[in-house]
């Protein structure tokens, strides 16, 4: 299972710090990824992170704003979002890829489980 928290509203310039935690099952060579879903618009990825090896692939709007990052110990992954823009506002969700074989993927089909969704909302 994925637990996501971290989500809530913020203005327009400010932080919010997401994580997911994955319990059940060894994540030691999985890839974890983050993906965000706006009203009315399809789900897209965001971020994602090789748990075994730490690389990063980011979507280029959030490149220089987000960083994904792993915590072994806690079977935690985070997305520490900065410089929130209004166009961030969406639901996000954790998603774990089990066939960590295969390089990152920005594809939803390449995850197998997913979160519930956590929601950001940023205001001008």
């Known amino acids: 299972q994925l637990a996501e928290f971290g989500g809530g509203s913020v203005q327009a310039g400010g932080s919010l710090r997401l994580s997911c935690t994955v319990s059940?099952?060894?994540?030691?060579?999985?890839?974890m990824g983050w993906f965000r879903q706006a009203p009315g618009k399809e789900r897209e990825f965001v971020a994602a992170?090789?748990?075994?090896?730490?690389?990063?692939d980011y979507e280029d709007a959030v490149k220089d704003r987000f960083t994904i990052s792993r915590d072994n110990a806690k079977n935690t992954a985070y997305l520490q979002m900065n410089s929130l823009k209004p166009e961030d506002t969406a639901v996000y969700y954790c998603?774990?890829?089990?066939?960590?074989?295969?390089?990152?993927?920005?594809?939803?089909?390449?995850?197998?489980?997913w979160g519930q969704g956590t929601r950001v909302t940023v205001s001008s």
């Open positions: 059940g099952r060894a994540i030691a060579s999985c890839h």
């Open positions: 992170i090789s748990w075994n090896t730490g690389s990063t």
């Open positions: 998603a774990l890829d089990l066939q960590a074989w295969n390089p990152l993927s920005r594809q939803t089909t390449a995850y197998e489980y």
